[in-house]
Antibody
Framework: QVRLQESGPGLVKPSETLSLTCSVS????????WSWIRQPPGKGLEWIGY???????NYNPSLMGRVTIAVDTSKKQFSVRLSSVTAADTAVYYC??????????WGQGTLVTVSS | SYELTQPPSVSVSPGQTARIACSGD??????AYWYQQKPGQAPILVMN???ERPSGIPERISGSSSGTTVTLTISGVQAEDEADYYC???????????FGGGTKLTVL
């Protein structure tokens, strides 16, 4: 059973960079796609982007230029960085297995609040 | 940008059938996926590739597709089915992922 666990700061200051890591256990990170999704409080799900273990990425056009997703196969981790954050980036951030198709395993999510 | 449209809410009495629709222009070309999310929990996959039920999902949950609309059907609705339901697919290029706005299913 694949398990994913998000980790990172729960509070980020405006204009700074949000950085989260997702650790994968119970399965291989190779030859697969891995995604980040977020959910502002009380709102719906928003796709952030995905990465293949080869390193190829695709991002939500609305976040293009601010978001970077990377993978470290040796550590079985992938990460997301979102720069120049504002209060609108406050959300629960989820990592999941999958790309532009089914997202079959999700982490429990981590709340990131943007506030000074 | 590409959008998937869902009704904000659906309400049914226990034992009745709930149908949640999701519409999008690329759905004839792209599979849709459905997720159930209960308060404070991560989404879980309840329907794969329009009509495939993942292991562990009750048989009373089914999916269908017709043209630009996919539908999640829950027969014999139970109190435990009360949740938010999201459809997910990709745009016509298959590159960009999109979620519907979500439907809150209320069991009366």
């Amino acid at each position: 059973q694949v398990r994913l666990q998000e980790s990172g700061p729960g509070l980020v200051k405006p204009s700074e960079t949000l950085s989260l890591t997702c650790s994968v256990s119970g399965g291989s990170i190779s030859s697969d796609y891995w995604s980040w999704i977020r959910q502002p409080p009380g709102k719906g799900l928003e796709w952030i982007g995905y990465i293949h273990d080869s390193g190829s990425t695709n991002y939500n056009p609305s976040l293009m230029g601010r978001v970077t997703i990377a993978v470290d196969t040796s550590k079985k981790q992938f990460s997301v960085r979102l720069s120049s954050v504002t209060a609108a980036d406050t959300a629960v951030y989820y990592c999941a297995r999958g790309g532009n198709f089914v997202l079959d395993y999700w982490g429990q999510g981590t709340l990131v609040t943007v506030s000074s | 940008s590409y959008e998937l449209t869902q009704p904000p809410s659906v309400s049914v009495s226990p034992g009745q059938t709930a149908r949640i629709a999701c519409s999008g222009d690329a759905l004839p070309k792209q599979f849709a996926y459905w997720y159930q999310q209960k308060p404070g929990q991560a989404p879980i996959l309840v329907m794969n590739k329009d009509t495939e039920r993942p292991s562990g999902i009750p048989e009373r949950i089914s999916g269908s597709s017709s043209g630009t609309t996919v539908t999640l059907t829950i027969s014999g609705v139970q109190a435990e089915d009360e949740a938010d339901y999201y459809c997910q697919s990709a745009d016509i290029t298959g590159v960009y992922v999109v979620f519907g706005g979500g439907t809150k299913l209320t069991v009366l």
